[in-house]
T-cell receptor, first 116, second 115 residues
Framework: AQKITQTQPGMFVQEKEAVTLDCTYD???????LFWYKQPSSGEMIFLIY??????QNATEGRYSLNFQKARKSANLVISASQLGDSAMYFC?????????????FGKGTMLLVSP | GAVVSQHPSRVICKSGTSVKIECRSL??????MFWYRQFPKQSLMLMAT?????????EQGVEKDKFLINHASLTLSTLTVTSAHPEDSSFYIC???????????FGSGTQLSVL
């Protein structure tokens, strides 16, 4: 089974509007971290936001917030006031802390296009 | 500033040649580095975990004799694609973490094109 599922291959949003990118995850590890990365066409991976499995509050970083619903195993990224520069590929990822070695498992990604 | 430096950013080579990609940690000692591969319009797939001073751990389906990883120092890991073929054309990106269980820092990636 896939550990990270992103069901939206592509999303369109108009500039200045908010957009939600979906992410669900699957793990039996009680300790894990959820991450969102942005990958523009240049290929670099830009860290956006992090949510720990034991965090009580939803993470926020500027215009980015993470809607963490633990019981539903979802970690949706909300981008408020979209900007043209937000057009990029967005990856949700998970790190299971109790695995033998701890690296990131990525979802398939969502391509976000912001229009003027 | 940048935490990870990866070179080259782009390489084009003939089929059958070998290509070396370097990944450097700029401001801390990294005992573990990760190498990912990304095909066009696909996600990042972990290829191997590079451990300083010991053999790399390869993911299932990744040929260790084809993708040679050397992590001889705490600041440098190299990935060598040996006898490259067109199907090896891909985006290769390294990453490392500064503290356990924190976010990964990524290099800028290497676009390999094998003709």
């Amino acid at each position: 089974a896939q550990k990270i599922t992103q069901t939206q291959p592509g999303m369109f949003v108009q500039e200045k509007e908010a957009v939600t990118l979906d992410c669900t995850y699957d793990t039996s590890d009680p300790s894990y971290g959820l991450f969102w990365y942005k990958q523009p066409s240049s290929g670099e991976m830009i860290f956006l936001i992090y949510q720990g499995s034991y965090d009580q509050q939803n993470a926020t970083e500027g215009r980015y917030s993470l809607n963490f619903q633990k019981a539903r195993k979802s970690a949706n990224l909300v981008i408020s006031a979209s900007q043209l520069g937000d057009s990029a590929m967005y990856f949700c990822a998970m790190r299971e802390m109790n695995s033998g070695y701890s690296t990131l498992t990525f979802g398939k990604g969502t391509m976000l296009l912001v229009s003027p | 500033g940048a935490v990870v430096s990866q070179h080259p950013s782009r390489v084009i080579c003939k089929s059958g040649t070998s290509v070396k990609i370097e990944c450097r940690s700029l401001d801390f000692q990294a005992t573990t580095m990760f190498w990912y591969r990304q095909f066009p319009k696909q996600s990042l797939m972990l290829m191997a975990t590079s451990n300083e001073g010991s053999k790399a751990t390869y993911e299932q389906g990744v040929e260790k004799d084809k993708f040679l990883i050397n992590h001889a120092s705490l600041t440098l890991s190299t990935l060598t694609v040996t006898s490259a073929h067109p199907e090896d054309s891909s985006f290769y990106i390294c990453s490392l973490d500064r503290e356990a269980n924190e976010k990964l820092f990524f290099g800028s990636g290497t676009q390999l094109s094998v003709l």
